[in-house]
């Protein structure tokens, strides 16, 4: 079991609220300041922090898993470093790369029918992007590999996933390793999802066959401008 579960920090989770659901996510846990948003395929943690706090705007890659002790040795079979790593919320699995970066693979929940499935009521056409900077992109998709994320597709400057429950990861190349920005893909019009944010309230344009989501954190200076969604590529 492999699904893209990054974790957007924010001081302004009521305006992240109102965009995710505009753009057909489903609200599945809800924990004071902790939150999970299904997509069709995908899931995004949203956690509250202080206006001012370091991780203010920012995006965490990592993904979910079934059982963390089989990840880890799967993992570490197929060449990958990975190891256990206890928390007190949770049993995780800690992934190191050769080009400094770490991420963490979290424990999955089942669905209410048993299955790893997300919520029947998100938009299936909307899949969420967990995405990762790094000066080795063949490095880092073999990283993805080794993890059992299926490739997509790849160049010089991006290598691109599908996992097997569900949302995207991708590498794309960067001067440093660390965390890319939150981005969604979308396997229909983009105009109706438009039409859902305006009526929300939420600022919004699709711009040469791009939608273009006004991103609340960006008043903090440290965030993008926007939150992008692209069409599925054909």
């Known amino acids: 079991m492999l699904r893209a579960r ?55 890659f990592s993904v979910e898993v079934g059982d963390v002790d089989e990840f880890v040795r799967r993992t570490e079979d197929a060449g990958t470093q990975a190891e256990v790593h206890e928390t007190p919320e949770a049993t995780t699995a800690r992934i190191s790369a050769d080009d400094g970066f770490e991420f963490f693979a979290f424990p999955a929940t089942r669905a209410a029918d048993g299955s790893w499935a997300t919520s029947p009521d998100a938009d299936p056409a909307l899949a969420v992007v967990a995405t990762w900077v790094s000066p080795l992109v063949e490095m880092s998709a073999n990283v993805l590999r080794g993890i059992g994320a299926k490739p997509r597709s790849a160049d010089d400057e991006s290598a691109t996933f599908n996992t097997k429950n569900g949302g995207i990861l991708q590498v794309i190349h960067g001067a440093d390793a660390g965390n890319g920005v939150l981005a969604f893909e979308y396997d229909a019009g ?45």
Do not use: M
């Open 6 to 60: 990054p974790i957007h920090y924010t001081s302004r989770p009521k305006d992240w609220t109102a965009i995710l659901e505009a753009l057909g996510l489903v609200k599945t846990v809800d924990d004071g300041e902790w939150q999970e948003f299904d997509a069709g395929s995908g899931r995004l943690a949203l956690g509250h922090v202080e206006h001012g706090h370091p991780l203010d705007g920012s995006t965490l």
């Open 190 to 234: 983009l105009d109706p999802l438009l039409a859902q944010l305006t009526q929300a309230g939420v600022e919004a344009r699709i711009s040469e066959g791009v939608l273009y989501v006004a991103n609340p954190d960006a008043a903090g200076g440290a965030a993008p401008a926007s939150i992008v969604v692209e069409r599925v590529p054909a």
